[in-house]
T-cell receptor, first 113, second 111 residues
Framework: NAGVTQTPKFRVLKTGQSMTLLCAQD?????MYWYRQDPGMGLRLIHY???????AKGEVPDGYNVSRLKKQNFLLGLESAAPSQTSVYFC????????????FGEGSWLTVV | RKEVEQDPGPFNVPEGATVAFNCTYS??????FFWYRQDCRKEPKLLMS???SGNEDGRFTAQLNRASQYISLLIRDSKLSDSATYLC????????????FGSGTRLQVQP
């Protein structure tokens, strides 16, 4: 029962480096999301996708890009990492917007030095 | 104003106590709300959904007050294992195709 899988789980980047976080879901869900979580800030939506080939901006999209070339995968890219992007990143997926079908991955811990 | 707001706590309660958290929301048109539980360094997991007046599941009761625009989570007979952060969520005001989350309320149940 894989559900939502995120890779990598931990990563340390230097300022200015680029990287991609991969999210894969095996539940054939239409909707996928990327959130970041910082102390005292709760979960903030970065980007989301309502289907293959579509993406949309969330609450805090600056500095990130996403792609949904395949229905099961949702990639989050950092083109030029900044210390402000140090955070825990959670991917999630759902068949609809209904909360009882949203499944989260285990999170990716990113540190930018 | 944030779409969803919560008291960050922490709420420190003894085992067996009853504790309640509130969560206020800004969009009066929202029809569905959710409580998630998040353990330290883990992903959020759905605890309860609230679609109308309320929902009950064992020791947990979630209620919706539309007039005052808040949802509440009541935990009866608290257990040590209830210690966690509780997040409330509602569909975003914009587009309503994703959930917006509160910052979470931390609960610590003490022996």
């Amino acid at each position: 029962n894989a559900g939502v899988t995120q890779t990598p789980k931990f990563r340390v980047l230097k300022t200015g480096q680029s990287m991609t976080l991969l999210c894969a879901q095996d539940m054939n869900h239409e909707y996928m999301y990327w959130y970041r979580q910082d102390p005292g800030m709760g979960l903030r939506l970065i980007h989301y996708s309502v289907g293959e080939g579509t993406t949309a901006k969330g609450e805090v999209p600056d500095g990130y890009n996403v792609s949904r070339l395949k229905k099961q995968n949702f990639l989050l890219g950092l083109e030029s990492a900044a210390p402000s992007q140090t955070s825990v990143y959670f991917c999630a997926s759902s068949q609809t917007i209904s909360g009882n079908t949203i499944y989260f991955g285990e999170g990716s811990w990113l540190t930018v030095v | 104003r944030k779409e969803v707001e919560q008291d960050p706590g922490p709420f420190n309660v003894p085992e067996g106590a009853t504790v309640a958290f509130n969560c206020t929301y800004s969009n009066s048109a929202s029809q569905s709300f959710f409580w998630y539980r998040q353990d330290c360094r883990k992903e959020p997991k759905l605890l309860m959904s609230v679609y109308s007046s309320g929902n009950e599941d064992g020791r947990f009761t979630a209620q919706l007050n539309r007039a005052s625009q808040y949802i509440s989570l009541l935990i009866r007979d608290s257990k040590l294992s209830d210690s966690a952060t509780y997040l409330c969520a509602a569909p975003r005001d914009t587009g309503r195709r994703a959930l917006t989350f509160g910052s979470g309320t931390r609960l610590q149940v003490q022996p």
